[in-house]
């Protein structure tokens, strides 16, 4: 390899040929003007003649070629990156012959590993954050594309790839946009929308289940399979916003929802069951796809840590590490939204859903429902994975319903088989918002900080250890995605639907925008080098001292730096693996609600129940956490709510 200052040797000489060049060029012009004017005139050549050089190329051009390889040529060696490894030797190497001055070695106290290195007979050499811009420059050492093509590999591609797989609407760029703006720049919430669907449909699956015995296996025309039809649209319809209006009232909406998803009529359920069947070859495939995507990351992430904890590395693939532990949120929510699956065609199901119930509400059993509305469309907008903000679907009310009724035990259907237990006079309202969906905010917010404390301790005390570039972006991100949480729960309590609804929406999207901006921008200052500067190597903000050090990663080692690396990648992985194992486990054990043939479904039933009945132990612990997290929770609020009584 040649060195770098040979390339600055030639190209100063090329420079200084061009000048020359430049200068004889001028010369023979101007000799040629005053033979010119001497003589009264340029005299005419005669054919034989030789032309001079200079009048092979006119005069303008040839000066403008001359000082633009003047622009090209000479800036190159003022400013040229420095690489930080020969910056580093060459700073000890003045140290050593006693030649680097006392003002720019570091003498104030020292954090971390370096710390307890300054206490030896070798200690590091610390080099002051002036010393370092006046040995090293101020411009970032931006890394070749053999290095940053290392972090592209690892990191980069694997992210874009789980974002591809994310379920997307076709031939609707503008709302694909905005999506990914919401679900990147916005994870904590997007996740606890996603989290509250999967509840619903795990509800759903628990109470088809309950509905027959342990070993019993139905037929497929059956009270069984038209109980499962109606679970299975009512978590569909779940998905979709509800048009609640004046002239379509919530009352009137619950009921035609009632009798179009519980009514035990057989021409009803002959409908529903054709309706249902239709979803189901509809709803989106792509599980494999999302799991080989989900495994390039976890692959990903396997082979920075061992680069990272093994003997390989430098502080690059610490850094690196922590990069990919920012990110771990975004394998559970796209392994979330297979399972909160949409439909190919969400604007197609939604026109066959409004289609059935109008059927059914208008044309047969609910003559004068809707008085004044001819075509009444119950269902609005896809709501699915988090697309739609401050969402109340229909599905909580009707659960709820369901759950309160007396004898729902294990085979509760036997008991209500000749009624029509969900479609009598009763009223609960459909948009009420659940307390114990506080569970699903506090568990995404657990998975999206988990991520951002692991990167932050990662690189925080990384040396030199300090609030940096690294740590202090990361934090920026994570503090950016809990204040998007927290104004889009303000807005759902304190603002009613209208035009403070829609102002509060565009101030949403300009800070997910704005987040989403920041996150790229952390990913491609990791991948070629932006933070590689002596501002960013010096731990800086929050009043750091600023000092920089030129060692290797092995020297940090021998100081137990392995132990914030281990306990940041434990945080990070072992929250994350639990989102990822619950998401899996959900989809396994609700897939028989959604699954088209019946044998396969009733198979995945079967093995629903064997495996649940192994994990009973875990399951009990977990409900017990839940339920005592739930009463916590309605202890506070009736504690707040006698402190308001007593006040007024």
């Not at 053999?146 to 379920?167: H, N, Y």
């Not at 905005?178 to 994870?187: E, N």
Request: hydrophobic share 40%.
């Amino acid at each position: 390899m040649i060195p770098i200052h040979s390339h600055s040797s030639q190209r100063k000489s090329l420079a200084r040929r061009l000048r020359f060049r430049m200068l004889e060029d001028l010369r023979l012009r101007q000799g040629h003007r005053s033979r010119g004017n001497s003589q009264n005139g340029p005299k005419r050549l005669s054919a034989g003649t030789l032309r001079p050089s200079s009048r092979l190329v006119s005069s303008g051009k040839s000066l403008r070629l001359v000082l633009f390889l003047l622009l090209v040529s000479t800036p190159v060696p003022a400013t040229a990156k420095t690489d930080f490894v020969q910056c580093g030797a060459h700073v000890k190497e003045l140290a050593k012959n006693n030649s680097l001055p006392p003002e720019d070695i570091y003498t104030g106290p020292v954090k971390g590993p370096l710390g307890q290195a300054q206490n030896n007979e070798n200690p590091a050499l610390l080099l002051t954050f002036a010393a370092c811009e006046k040995h090293c420059g101020s411009a970032p050492a931006f890394y070749k594309w053999e290095k940053a093509s290392d972090t592209v590999t690892t990191w980069v591609l694997p992210l874009v790839g789980l974002v591809l797989q994310a379920p997307f609407e076709s031939n609707n760029p503008r709302q694909t946009m905005f999506l990914v703006f919401r679900w990147v720049g916005s994870p904590i919430a997007s996740m606890m929308y996603i989290l509250w669907n999967m509840r619903v449909t795990r509800k759903c699956a628990i109470m088809v289940d309950r509905s027959i015995g342990v070993n019993e296996r139905p037929r497929q025309a059956s009270s069984f399979a038209a109980l499962r039809d109606s679970l299975y649209l009512l978590s569909v319809m779940n998905q979709y916003e509800l048009n609640i209006c004046p002239r379509l009232p919530e009352h009137r909406i619950e009921a035609i929802l009632r009798i179009g998803l519980f009514d035990s009529r057989p021409e009803i359920q002959r409908i529903r069951g054709r309706v249902a069947a239709r979803i189901r070859r509809e709803r989106c495939r792509g599980t494999v796809q999302i799991l080989a995507s989900l495994g390039w990351f976890l692959v990903a992430m396997a082979i920075s840590i061992h680069r990272a904890f093994g003997d390989l590395g430098k502080n690059t693939t610490a850094h690196n590490l922590a990069l990919g532990l920012l990110v771990c949120w975004l394998p559970v929510l796209i392994a979330a939204t297979a399972v909160d699956r949409n439909p190919m065609d969400a604007h197609h199901v939604r026109t066959k859903l409004n289609r059935y119930l109008r059927e059914i509400a208008v044309t047969e059993h609910i003559p004068g429902a809707f008085p004044g509305v001819a075509e009444p469309n119950i269902f609005g907008e896809f709501a699915g994975q988090g697309r739609i903000r401050w969402h109340h679907g229909a599905a909580h009310s009707m659960l709820r319903t369901l759950e309160a009724m007396p004898e729902m035990g294990r085979g509760w259907l036997e008991i209500y088989a000749n009624t029509n237990w969900l479609t009598r006079n009763t009223y609960s309202p459909l948009l009420r918002f659940d307390s114990s969906q506080g569970l699903q905010m506090i568990a995404s917010f657990l998975i999206v900080c988990s991520s951002s404390i692991g990167a932050f301790i990662v690189s925080y005390f990384t040396p030199t250890v300090g609030l940096g570039c690294r740590s202090g972006g990361y934090t920026i991100f994570g503090i950016n995605a809990f204040g998007c949480l927290l104004m889009e729960m303000s807005a759902w309590v304190f603002l009613h639907p209208g035009k403070g609804r829609r102002v509060a929406q565009w101030v949403l999207r300009l800070c997910e925008f704005g987040n989403f901006c920041w996150l790229v921008y952390i990913i491609m200052a990791q991948t070629f080098g932006i933070y590689s500067s002596c501002r960013c190597m010096s731990s800086m903000w929050g009043g750091g001292t600023g000092y920089v050090n030129f060692e290797s990663v092995q020297y940090f080692k021998s100081y137990g730096i392995e132990r914030s690396w281990f306990l940041g990648t434990s945080i990070t992985c072992v929250v994350s693996g639990i989102g990822i194992l619950y998401v899996v486990e959900q989809w396994c054990t609700q897939s028989f609600l959604w699954t088209q043939d019946w044998d396969s479904a009733m198979n995945g039933l079967q093995q629903m129940r064997r495996w649940k009945r192994a994990t009973a132990g875990p399951r009990w612990v977990f409900a017990l956490v839940a339920a005592c997290i739930v009463k916590a929770g309605c202890w506070v609020r009736s504690i707040f709510r006698r402190e308001g009584l007593g006040g007024s």
